[in-house]
């Protein structure tokens, strides 16, 4: 399963990782949704604009919007 090493890096990884696991779990869409509640945290809480785009991007592409 390639989402939860995922998930443990958007928990504890620098905003770089996190952006990273970020694009990659968008990438698997649907796949990675038990993802979503720490995206959304992320989302909701970062003072980064890059990293808070690339969550949402991963957000979107995970609820197929």
């Given amino acids: 399963d390639t989402v ?3 998930i443990a890096v958007l928990k504890d990884g620098d905003d ?3 952006q990273r696991a970020a ?3 968008g990438r698997l869409g649907s796949g990675a949704s038990d993802a979503l509640p720490e995206l959304k945290s992320i989302a909701e809480s970062t003072d980064n604009v890059v ?3 690339t969550v949402n991007f991963a957000i979107d592409a995970i609820q197929g919007n």
């Fill in 51 to 53: 990293l808070r785009d």
């Fill in 16 to 18: 770089t990782a996190k």
């Fill in 4 to 6: 939860k090493p995922l």
């Fill in 23 to 25: 694009f990659t779990l």
